[in-house]
């Protein structure tokens, strides 16, 4: 079968199940399966593909038509410009997100002192590593990331070592606060935020696929914030920030627990999609 076909059989399946972009999926496994770039598809579509990777794709479109989230087929997922790692241990790394990098960045721009940051529930690494990368030229960085997962420890230290700077940020495991040891100028984290009765309401592709101890905070999805803003200040030096990823319609509630912690809340920032994503908390 030529490769042109097997991208036809993909298109027409992944229809079928109402995937969105069924072309552009099917020649994005395609590409990862024969190990090739994207666009080398175009160039090469009239070739054959063996038995062996026809099986490989087609197990894959299969997976996609189930649900499975196109991004843990392929491992990989873009966040703020640049590809990391992704598997069944981690969030998917999603736009919402990128919001806490730009704020930090705007907090420190005039900034030419050295900064410490602690990255709460690193999961794939792709906050602090996005920021040590947007920092570092311009100041020093020292950065701490924890998750209670190993393996998800295990997939941020490979995305630290794909962007090169795998001795710059030290990973270590971590039940929140319960083995972190230093203080910090700003503290970021997207803590688990759903509410537990409403993890089997979330779209399959997050359901199913997605760690549940990522996803859940509890019966009303604040447990998270409860325990950062109680144990918080202790670990930030003074006039520092604490920035946290909030759900939709918890921002008030989480900066009522925080400023009942002695927090004074800087700003609330809204995402793409005009919804209260972020919000800043200074001790």
């Given at each position: 079968m030529k490769y042109y076909n097997l991208i036809k059989v993909g298109k027409n399946f992944l229809e079928k199940k109402n995937v969105l972009r069924p072309k552009y999926e099917s020649i994005l496994m395609f590409s990862k399966v024969n190990k090739i770039d994207f666009n080398d598809y175009y160039v090469n579509k009239k070739k054959k593909i063996s038995k062996r990777q026809t099986k490989i794709f087609l197990k894959k479109i299969a997976l996609r038509g189930m649900g499975k989230p196109l991004s843990k087929i392929i491992g990989k997922k873009e966040f703020y410009s640049r590809e990391f790692f992704v598997n069944s241990q981690t969030l998917d790394p999603r736009p919402e997100t990128e919001l806490i990098i730009?704020?930090?960045?705007?907090?420190k721009?005039?900034?030419t002192k050295p900064i410490k940051i602690l990255d709460l529930g690193t999961g794939s690494g792709c906050i602090i590593i996005s920021l040590y990368l947007e920092l570092y030229k311009k100041i020093s960085v020292l950065a701490d990331a924890i998750d209670i997962s190993i393996e998800a420890l295990q997939i941020a230290k490979k995305n630290a070592k794909r962007h090169n700077i795998e001795s710059k940020i030290n990973f270590f495991k971590s039940n929140w606060f319960s083995n972190v040891k230093?203080?910090?100028?700003?503290?970021?984290?997207n803590p688990p935020?759903?509410?537990?009765?409403?993890?089997?309401?979330?779209?399959?592709?997050?359901?199913?696929?997605d760690p549940k101890v990522s996803l859940c905070g509890g019966y009303d999805g604040l447990n998270a914030f409860r325990r950062i803003a109680d144990e918080g200040r202790s670990y930030l030096k003074k006039n520092g920030f604490i920035l946290v990823e909030v759900g939709?319609?918890?921002s008030k509630k989480v900066k009522k627990i925080f400023e009942l912690n002695q927090f004074n809340t800087i700003s609330v920032s809204k995402d793409?999609?005009?919804?209260e994503r972020v919000i800043?908390?200074?001790?």
């Open positions: 730009d704020l930090v960045k705007s907090l721009e005039k900034s230093n203080k910090f100028d700003i503290i970021v984290s935020y759903i509410k537990r009765s409403e993890i089997i309401t979330l779209p399959p592709e997050v359901e199913k696929f939709n319609g918890q793409l999609f005009d919804k800043i908390f200074k001790k």
